[in-house]
């Protein structure tokens, strides 16, 4: 899979001691470890990044109701983009899948683990939620708690760690209408997910209205994705995040 890497010239050696005051910090093991795969994986993979906006409105306010009326199960915007794309993947596989060592044959996974990218006090982990399909979106919120809460302490096993088909990657509320991930490989595309927003849109009739639009960000190997599927997958998304069966989801597989 490497054989057409180009070496490239080293970065230069400077001393910034020359230009004013500095001082040394170290990086984190997590940091060093992860800042080297994650040059491997952006420069062996060709990215192509797709922005796009979807309609959450409907879903941000069921997803209120329910945790108005069940504040012990409180659910968060994250489980229910992860059940959404479950749905999406079942349309387009493509996504849930892996080049082989060859780099001739696609390897599609029919199962449904979603990896979460956690930030921690060390650096950023991905942990993985498995079988999402067969899980209710309580369970998997919960699932997505014990690997942030053991990830930001003891930290992850490489078990809890691996086996994801396509990672999802959340800024929350930080901040930002978008940014391009660095696809976690061996899988095909990551989604980066932005601050959602109130914007005025309109129909297709020029009827305005404000709706709750979050952005959306999905990297993808262009060896295995072309961009027509890309925005045909986005378009598949939105179709989920507004299914009406969705938050049947909340409590039953």
């Known amino acids: 899979m490497n054989d057409h890497f180009v070496a490239l010239p080293s970065l230069p050696s400077i001393d910034y001691s020359q230009y004013g005051e500095v001082s040394l910090k170290s990086l984190s093991a997590n940091q060093v470890i992860g800042g080297k795969f994650l040059s491997r994986n952006a420069l062996l993979i060709p990215h192509v990044c797709h922005h796009d906006c979807v309609d959450i409105s ?5 997803r209120r109701e329910w945790n108005s009326v069940f504040p012990e ?73 014990r690997l942030s809460i053991k ?6 096993t490489m078990e ?26 061996p899988e095909v595309a990551i989604i980066g997910v ?37 925005g045909r997958f986005l378009a598949e998304y939105q179709r989920q995040l507004t299914s009406e069966s969705l938050f049947e989801h909340i409590t039953k597989s």
């Not at 696609?106 to 449904?112: C, E, G, M, P, W």
């Not at 990830?151 to 992850?156: D, F, T, V, Y």
């Not at 086996?163 to 976690?184: M, R």
């Not at 129909?203 to 709706?211: G, L």
């Open 151 to 156: 990830a930001r302490s003891r930290g992850l």
């Open 194 to 230: 932005s601050r959602a927003e109130y914007k005025q849109c309109f129909s297709a009739d020029k009827q305005a209205s404000i709706r709750y639009m979050l952005p959306l960000s999905l990297s993808y190997d262009h060896r295995v994705i072309n961009g027509a599927d890309a």
């Open 160 to 185: 809890e760690m691996s086996g994801g088909g396509i990672t999802l990657s959340s800024l929350g509320d930080l901040g930002g209408t978008g940014f391009t991930p660095i696809i976690n490989a």
């Open 73 to 145: 199960q409180k659910v968060t915007m994250l489980p229910l983009l992860i059940k959404a794309l479950v749905a999406t993947l079942k349309v387009y596989p493509i996504f849930n899948s892996s080049l082989d060592d060859s780099g001739k044959n696609v390897i599609l996974k029919h199962y449904y683990n979603i990896g979460i990218a956690i930030d921690t006090e060390k650096g950023l982990v991905v942990g993985v939620v498995r079988q999402c399909d067969s899980s209710s979106i309580v369970d998997i919120s919960e699932e997505i708690s």
């Open 58 to 62: 409907t879903l941000d306010e069921k």
